[in-house]
Nanobody, 124 residues
Framework: QVQLVESGGGLVQAGGSLRLSCAAS????????MGWFRQAQGKEREFVAG????????NYADSVKGRFTISRDNAKNTMYLQMNSLKPEDTAVYYC?????????????????WGQGTQVTVSS
């Protein structure tokens, strides 16, 4: 069992930045690939970014590529999402997720554990 807790969400103006954190407890954090997903009101949950167990490989949705950076610190059992140049369309609840294994899938169905989510609101 892995428990995930997101933090760092909030209200920011367009063009601003936020840094989300995902703190993990329970089983060995370094044994899980991790991902960030988001869900806007009335829309399906969508992949944002993923990172493999070692942190040596990352992948991003096209909509955030070049603006968001995913990282992890296995010594601190924490994953991060640095979000720059935020746009109103980035407004959503952001979730972190953990997948047993090394590959950071883009499908939410491949993730085993989820946090409760943190709201990010970008005003125009």
């Amino acid at each position: 069992q892995v428990q995930l807790v997101e933090s760092g969400g909030g209200l920011v103006q367009a063009g601003g930045s936020l840094r989300l954190s995902c703190a993990a407890s329970g089983r060995t954090f370094s044994g899980y690939a991790m991902g960030w997903f988001r869900q806007a009101q009335g829309k399906e949950r969508e992949f944002v970014a993923g990172i493999r167990t070692s942190g040596g490989y990352t992948n991003y949705a096209d909509s955030v590529k070049g603006r968001f950076t995913i990282s992890r610190d296995n010594a601190k059992n924490t994953m991060y999402l640095q979000m720059n140049s935020l746009k109103p369309e980035d407004t959503a609840v952001y979730y972190c997720a953990a997948a047993a294994g090394w590959s950071a899938s883009i499908s939410p169905n491949d993730y085993d554990y989820w946090g409760q989510g943190t709201q990010v609101t970008v005003s125009s």
